[in-house]
């Protein structure tokens, strides 16, 4: 397998791949197409915004490629809504790309329709790392996809503060693998960049993480119990979540809220357009 990956058949019949080093997977055990679908997806409410009709975009970051199953999932959440998807991911290390398209064509028959999607998604994001562009890469009539190599604390200072983006796939290995992609600094950028009523979502419940997310300026609240996690992490510039337990709040030092916990300051938005050096 390209760059040593480990290909890993998930307990949804889905496959992910482990890092050659670390040996974390990419995705949870108990099911790779569930863990996008269910941790990513759904908790971001991509068909429910695309269902108002008063969008004809709806713009998405994707903090980690890894396979390409979160972005799939998403394009095939917006099919029939005739709402584009303009998504923007952050990859590390493009030998992954290499390893999932050819996992792809090794693996069984595996949730046809959304492996389709998943090969076209993944074969564009492989043509984009060769290139080592940045530019957007067009999927006909459901959006593009615009791929980011390298370190994504570096890397989203590229990306000017409008416009914003509508959801949020916060994805990368595990904290402890990966800690400077969980940084209050980074999340701060991110929080920076996200709309009104946008959301991020993450596996990580770490107290840490929800800590550095409220530090960040976000409101944060429970995401989902997908698979054998119990629950999962959301937040979002203005709050409207799901409450966290009184246990959690009480570490946190925060009194109980209707819309989860407030960020730990008053969350401001530059008045000028930081614009980077991405042309």
Not at 183 to 195: D, K
């Amino acid at each position: 397998m390209s760059g040593g990956w480990i290909p890993v058949r998930t307990e949804d019949g889905s496959s992910t791949l482990r890092h050659p080093l670390h040996g974390e997977a990419c995705h949870s055990l108990s099911g790779a197409w569930l863990q996008a679908r269910e941790r990513y997806v759904g908790p971001c409410r991509l068909r429910e915004r695309a269902a108002r009709g008063d969008r004809a975009v709806l713009r998405l970051l994707d903090i980690g490629t890894g396979l390409g199953l979160n972005l799939a999932a998403a394009f095939e959440a917006l099919e029939g809504t005739g709402i584009r998807l303009e998504a923007l991911t952050f990859e590390r290390d493009p030998s992954v790309l290499e390893a999932a398209l050819r996992l792809l064509a090794e693996d069984g028959g595996v949730e046809g329709a959304l492996r389709a999607v998943q090969g076209e998604v993944l074969a564009l994001l492989a043509g984009a790392a060769s290139e080592g562009s940045t530019r957007a890469h067009e999927l006909g009539s459901r959006g593009s996809i615009r791929l980011f190599l390298g370190d994504a604390r570096r890397e989203i200072l590229r990306l000017p503060i409008r416009p914003l983006f509508d959801a949020v796939f916060l994805d990368p290995f595990s904290p402890g693998r990966e800690p400077e992609l969980w940084s209050e600094p980074f999340l701060r950028e991110i929080a920076l960049r996200m709309a009104p009523e946008s959301r991020l979502s993450t596996y990580s419940c770490a107290f840490r993480v929800r800590r550095a997310l409220v530090r960040a300026g976000l409101w944060v609240g429970q995401g989902p119990r997908v698979g054998k996690k119990a629950e999962g992490t959301l937040a979002s510039p203005d709050g409207n979540l799901p409450p966290l337990s009184d246990r959690i709040l009480r570490r946190l030092g925060r009194a109980p809220h209707p819309f989860g916990i407030p960020p730990r300051r008053p969350f401001e938005r530059p008045t000028g357009d930081r614009a980077g050096p991405l042309d």
